[in-house]
């Protein structure tokens, strides 16, 4: 009789403690990975520590970086076989044909082609693709990161494509784009930077990387980014600043 007596008390301490535990945690669950397919932007703003908050926003990101860098890989690794071969068959070309596609490199390819194509089908550094959108989404609290899935300030320009920010200007048509996932969000920013021509600095900093056997770095690359943002040079700057003040936060 005294063993129940005593349990009761008991498992209403272990109650309490649990609950304390979820109130110090701000009344949610801490952000956890993404996974690929997630659509739901975690509420980043319930965190009142800072190193707290940057861990949850880089761990939340980071697999959908990982998983398109891997999916990019694959690409590529295809892309070098294909162009090591002297003949193609008609399978291997269509193939090749509808990356160059998708990359924006003109048909038939010709060996200038090729190595635009194969410049372009790369991966980015990690470091570089979770910083600037923390930068860009404030790290994941815009409205345009909750409500559009958009951690990268990208734009559209077809009425209804995106969400209209607050402060654009009269005339002006731009949107900020809706993305179905953050994972759509990723893959498209990366394949931005790997397409336009505004960003033809950076892959030209990696692919010496590459000719050199070297991985591509954030601190190199982040170089390449001058014309992503009016502030040019300090857009840049402060870019590079919170890659060398941030990388603690994104290992677990």
Known sequence: ??????????LLLVILLVALAWLRQGGESPARQASVGSTVVPDF???QEVAEKKKAFFSYL???VEAENARILTERGRLKALLGKRKLSPAEQEWLDNLAIRYDVPLPLDTEG???LLRRVDKLPVALVLVQAANESA???SRFAIDGNNFFGQWCYVEGCGLVPQDRVEGASHEVAKFSSPQASVRSYIHNINTNNAYRGLREIRQTARQKGQDPKAESLVQGLMRYSERGGAYVRELSSMISHNRRYMTD
Request: charge should be positive; avoid cysteine; charged fraction near 15%.
């Open 139 to 141: 790290w994941g609290t």
């Open 45 to 47: 703003s319930q965190y």
């Open 62 to 64: 980071r697999p959908l």
């Open 1 to 10: 009789m005294m063993v129940q007596t005593l349990r009761a008390p008991l």
């Open 114 to 116: 090729r190595q635009t």
